[in-house]
């Protein structure tokens, strides 16, 4: 069995990821009382008392990756990743636990995807790509070879990082972006090419 912490947009995605696979979904846990259910799942404010977690997995859907970070902490979940159906991953590549993969994502060979990450809709990760944990990578980003994306890092919709580039910790990388030179960690970064803005 398999319950979600957060019932968010992004928790109807990787609900649709679990229908698909046939994994049988428990419900979700979110903080916020008025949320009932989600897509037809409860939606609880304290798990249930059916809910085992030495036995019962666990997915954080949230995407905000200082949150996902905090709710990961606890040691007593068992978490597991997933993803989607229509996804290209090399099995030379490997996938960190927590980590979600969504529809149209090409990972090419030799790459490490960290733990509690997130890679939206139709991202492109090429060659010896190395994403830490918490990274979320947004829909039609695209990585070049050997591009190295420091923990908790945000890329946006539609950016374009160069092969080779290093990316800071706890950057934000603007939608539409063009990366070419390395980003220092927990930088703001927009334009093509990109400069930064705040750091």
Known sequence: MVYLIGAS???????????????????????????????????????????????????????????????????????????????????????????VIMAGVSINSSCEIGNHVIINTNASIDHDCILKDYVHISPNVALAGNVKIGEGAHIGIGACIIQGTKIGKWCTIGAGAVIINDVPDGATIVGNPGRIIKI
């Open 9 to 99: 947009g992004h928790a109807k995605v990787i609900i649709e990821i679990l229908e698909d696979h046939k994994i049988e979904i428990g419900g979700l846990h979110d903080s916020n009382p008025e949320i009932k259910s989600l897509l037809g799942y409860e939606v609880f404010e304290e798990f249930p008392t059916s809910f085992n977690p030495n036995k019962d997995k666990i997915i954080i859907s949230v995407g905000n990756n200082a949150v996902r970070k905090k709710l990961a902490s606890s040691n007593i979940y068992k978490f597991i990743s997933v993803c989607h159906i229509n996804t290209s991953i090399s099995n030379r590549s490997t996938i960190g636990e927590g980590t």
